[in-house]
């Protein structure tokens, strides 16, 4: 027995600190072996609705159940219904945990131990979400949109994926890939008799993976691709990857990518390193072998397959806490991150870490026999894996790095944080036969959160649509956004006090920044938005929580228009049926208007207050009869908004509620006040106006 084994032992056979008493059980539960643990409802913080036991926590956003007997995963009921909304990012992430209690008899109150060892894997927890894009409602200033995602696929269908994918089909489906990318727990045995089996530090006979880590289905786990119907909503198992017949002994999937070419589905295998291609029933066409082919062609030695590199969660060297006894295979040969362009798929292996890229047949979609290496990264960028891969609209390629795994027993930290980078390659023009690479050997890199090395992402990237500057979605600047999946985006004492005022500091989820600014343009990352993942806000330093993003902008029909609600009509009718906005509204632009609205603004510092103050001047551009207009500031952060001034005209707008340094906003709406005073919608010409505070105080006297 192992110091941490012993340790969990004497745990075990000690009385179990009381830590708090619940007054209130949703379910009464008798001591028998016919009483199943009653499943966690999804009812965390972000969840409406929930009452009694099902909001209380542990003060780390962690939900307090019932336990006992064997698991029961029932699989969640789906409506028939459409996947997506329009423009939307798919994340994955760890779907949390919950803490189970001991069973006890009838009457009695069961006492909650918070340790790390009562710590189970949320079924009921988000795996993916889908999340709306379309309408920001403002420019890109930092702040969080606190808006809940429109769909949930749970831990209890799916498992804990990382590797997303989308197909091109009018209503795309979604493609999730199991994974060990948030740790592999294991269960086995109940050594005190309490109804809840033993969480295992170490490998040792019985042992199993924890529930929810690879899914309820019988049919999937660590090699299973599930596939949500992009028509029907519903889950499915898609593929089980296999090589010559053998299954994924647990190390899972890395990254999964679409060819809308050749129609197929690419899916990397972290525990043999084979790259599969599936055909769109789920089908294996064919495995590529980065470490004997693509080395081979390279003229480096092969490092071949090994078939007893397998995992055995019941042999005591596997530590549930030590990623190196799980057999991932080696890394000269393990692949991750993949994308498809130009008719060829760029692959991340490990070692180095490097890129490559093998042909694909445009006819038959097999691999060519033209494996080459692309780029390696320098010493200076690390050498954390790369996750994801993705190819910016000018044929840049960005890619995103993962921090090494650590898997802590209390599913904090997952990875080391606070090292993954997020790096643009360019092609050389022309190419430079004195280089080995066709790709410019130093990137530019991205800010990623706003903690001190702004590195803070954890491995997922997307590219969608740009916005303007009220948060309106530009489907003609299709990759003009890039999502990172990230950890403490919104963290750092360095500016938390610019931060408070725009949303959570925690925050667990995604960055969207303007595609062009680099982290010498955009560092700390003021330029930005950011959602957390699934609103828990933990207070606990959480790593690798969340994984991969996909971003659905310009594929698909999106189901909302390009503009606010109370934002008047554009002049100039399109026209007919027929007009192939009204079908495809994103291969359009919105008409240009005639400007309504002419501005000037300065900042100013307003030396008797000791205050910034924003000096605006609106005049008329084309006349509509405007006569009034309002300043808004979109964020909701400035606390001492001016009311209805006379338009054309002036106004002064103190900027209290900002700090320095941070990015600010106001719309100017000009409108007829006798149309305001109907009570009726009115027309108003909406103006925005960006500013930063400057990083230096006001003073009085200055």
Known sequence: MDIRNGLKHHLR????????????????????????????????????????????????????????????????????????????????????????????????TPEV???????????????????????????????????????????????????????????????????????????????????????????????????????SNPESGPGTIYRVDGTTGQIEVFANIELDGVKNSGPGLGQVAYDPVSRQIFVSDLDTGMIHRLDMSGADQEQFDHGVTARSLAGRPEIAFDPANRLNIE??????????????????????GLAVHNGRLYYAVGDGPEIWSVGIDPTSGAFSFDARWELTLSDEHG?????????????????????????????????????????????????????PSKWVEKPIEYAVGFPASHDNGSGG??????????????????????????????????????????????????QGQPVGLSKAENSPPWVSYFHDYDGRYPSKKNAGHVGDVEILGCQGEPEYGYFDPGIPDWPGDPGGEWWPCLFNPQWCEPPKRDVCVNTKAKLVCDATKGKYVLKLIASEGKDYGFDTMSIMDPTSRMTELPGDKPFPGSVSVPTTGLLNGSLGQVNVCAFNSADKATGQPFDCCKVSVEFTIPDINCSLGE
């Not at 956004?481 to 919104?490: E, F, I, K």
């Not at 500016?495 to 949303?503: F, K, V």
């Open 13 to 108: 056979h000690a009385p179990l600190p009381l830590i708090f008493c619940l007054s209130v059980l949703a379910t009464p539960v008798a001591h028998s072996e016919e009483v199943k643990w009653r499943l966690p409802k999804l009812s965390s913080p972000s969840s409406p609705g929930a009452t009694g036991a099902e909001q209380q926590t542990d003060g780390e956003g962690y939900e307090i159940f019932a336990a006992g007997g064997a698991s029961l995963l029932e699989p969640s009921i789906r409506p028939q219904a459409r996947l997506f909304k329009g423009a939307s990012a798919a994340t994955s992430g760890f779907s949390g945990s919950y803490i189970r209690l001991p069973l006890v008899a009838p009457g009695e």
């Open 113 to 215: 131990n918070a340790s790390p060892e009562m710590r189970f894997i949320d079924p009921n927890g988000a795996s993916v979400t889908l999340l709306g894009l379309d309408n920001m409602e403002a420019a890109m200033v930092a702040q969080e949109i606190k808006r809940r995602p429109y769909d949930q696929i749970l831990a209890k269908d799916v498992g804990q994926v990382f590797g997303l994918a989308m197909d091109d089909a009018k209503d795309p489906s979604l493609f999730i890939a199991a994974a060990s990318a948030y740790g592999l727990p294991i269960v086995g045995g109940d050594e005190n008799g309490d109804g809840v089996e033993d969480r295992l530090f170490s490998g040792q006979e019985g042992a199993r993976f924890m529930d929810a880590l690879f899914g």
């Open 315 to 336: 042999d005591e060297a596997f530590d549930a806490e030590d990623p190196s006894t799980w057999h991932y295979t080696a890394p000269e040969r393990r692949v991750w």
């Open 383 to 435: 050498d954390e894996e790369i996750s994801d891969i993705a190819f910016g609209a000018d044929g840049s390629m960005i890619l995103a790095q993962r921090g090494k795994r650590v898997a802590r027993f209390d599913f904090t930290e997952l990875v080391e944080g606070g090292n993954a980078k997020t790096l643009r390659f360019y092609r050389e023009k022309p190419d430079d036969p004195a280089t």
């Open 461 to 510: 990237i997307g590219l969608g649509p740009a916005y303007d500057e009220f948060g309106r979605l530009n489907f003609k600047a299709c990759k003009g956004t890039l999502w990172n999946s990230g950890d403490r985006l919104r963290g750092g004492e360095a500016y938390a006090d610019a931060l408070r005022s725009g949303g959570a500091l925690a925050i667990d989820g995604l």
